[in-house]
């Protein structure tokens, strides 16, 4: 079992930033991939980027060059950096992990991010 808290989620003016977290805590196992998913309602969950356990990153056509996403091992502690945030980035984003040993995923309960004026 393991338990993922997002948090870093709030209200934005377009062109601003916001930088998200999310705190696993847990069964851990080695191999892994982490990634932050939004979702808007009526619509499917669609990926934002995701980190491997060996680092590796993967982003969204619509995110590259804005966001970052980053870990921090010693922390369990995944992060997403959104730079120049749009009105269109407005959804709930949710934190989920996915163990390639155990063929397992779980996902965070979400935090919502606004881009308004």
């Known amino acids: 079992q393991v338990q993922l808290v997002e948090s870093g989620g709030g209200l934005v003016q377009p062109g601003g930033s916001l930088r998200l977290s999310c705190a696993a805590s847990?069964?851990?196992?080695?191999?892994?991939?982490m990634g932050w998913y939004r979702q808007v309602p009526g619509k499917v969950r669609e990926l934002v980027a995701h980190?491997?356990?060996?680092?590796?990153?993967n982003y969204a056509d619509s995110v590259k060059g804005r966001f970052t996403i980053s870990g921090d091992n010693a922390k369990n502690t995944m992060y997403l950096q959104m730079n120049n945030l749009k009105p269109e980035d407005t959804a709930v984003y949710y934190c989920?992990?996915?163990?390639?040993?155990?063929?397992?995923?779980?996902w965070g309960q979400g935090t919502q991010v606004t881009v308004s004026s």
């Open positions: 989920h992990y996915f163990s390639s040993r155990e063929f397992i995923g779980y």
């Open positions: 980190i491997t356990s060996g680092g590796n990153t």
């Open positions: 847990g069964a851990m196992t080695s191999i892994y991939t």
